[in-house]
């Protein structure tokens, strides 16, 4: 769970610099990602991840090799501690490996700085946390309609696009609700559709269902089946659980830093 809390961090803070920054200043804001249909929209090579710990290394990842292709559901199975959330915090370039490269379709996030990571997170991506993914105070409609303010969707869309989105996810009857007003499996779709609502082409998701019962998971994943038959975007979560792995187009089963 250690990295848990990084992911958490690390993804709240590049939202405070999204709000902070609404400016596209480099080039790469205006590349688009339109990636053929058989072309992998992310492709991992060789990437390792040391961290230093008390003066010595400790190596996390150690050699992975992966390739997520458009309209996918990928899953990352593995123990407790075998480096699936620090590999997910590399993918959506969260963070970087300490060797190998990681292309998000043309883009090498690898070499990339924090300000096009954090732009190319914004226009591309969607995250789904365990938990704190939404504004206690707000709306199911009112924290699906935040992330397209963050994300700079223009204000005239924003009504269309987050009904379908909460509709969706089969929200249409508490489209109001707060989330303290919502089951535990609500709340999570409401996370997907914040998620989603700006059109990511690569939605990531650690531990989506781990805090909810078997019924509630596989509602879950029949969300998330759904999106990618309707929304064109890619999903790759990670996973403790056995029962859902069979609606996944592929599972990379993780151990001790290196995919078995
Ligand atoms: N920033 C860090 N500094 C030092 N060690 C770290 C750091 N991040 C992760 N680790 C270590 O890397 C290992 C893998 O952690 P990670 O969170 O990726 O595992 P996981 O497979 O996602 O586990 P879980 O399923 O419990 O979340 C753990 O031993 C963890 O302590």
């Not at 609404?22 to 804001?29: C, D, G, Q, R, W």
């Not at 789904?128 to 699906?144: G, K, R, T, Y």
Request: one cysteine or more; hydrophobic letters at 40%; glycine letters at 8%.
């Amino acid at each position: 769970m250690g990295m848990w809390t990084a992911f958490k961090r690390k993804s709240k803070t590049s939202e405070e610099e999204i709000a902070a920054s609404n400016e596209p200043t480099l080039e790469i804001a205006h590349r688009s990602i339109t990636p053929q249909s058989s072309e992998p929209l992310l492709t991992v090579k060789g990437v390792e991840r040391t961290f230093q710990v008390g003066g010595q290394p400790l190596h996390v990842l150690k050699g992975i090799n992966m390739e997520l292709l458009p309209n996918q559901l990928v899953m990352l199975r593995g123990r407790s501690g075998s480096g699936k959330t620090t590999l997910l915090n590399m993918l959506g370039g969260l963070d970087q490996p300490s060797k190998g490269e990681i292309w998000f379709h043309s883009l090498p996030f690898h070499d990339l700085g924090d300000n096009d990571r954090t732009l190319t997170r914004r226009k591309e991506m969607g995250f789904i946390f365990q938990a704190f993914a939404l504004m206690p105070l707000l709306s199911a409609w009112e924290n699906v309609e935040l992330s397209l303010r963050m994300a700079g969707v223009p204000k005239g869309e924003w009504k269309q696009r987050v009904a379908h989105c909460l509709r969706l996810v089969g929200l249409e009857k508490r489209m109001h609700h707060r989330p303290f007003e919502l089951s535990g499996g609500e709340q999570q779709r409401v996370a997907i559709a914040k998620a989603i609502a700006h059109r990511p082409r690569l939605l990531l998701a650690d531990e989506p269902t781990a805090e909810l019962d078997s019924q509630m998971s596989a509602q879950i994943m029949a969300v998330f089946q759904n999106i990618i038959a309707t929304e064109q975007v890619t999903i790759c979560m990670t996973t403790h659980d056995p029962t859902i792995l069979e609606v996944a187009d592929h599972v990379y089963e993780m151990v001790d830093g290196k995919f078995v």
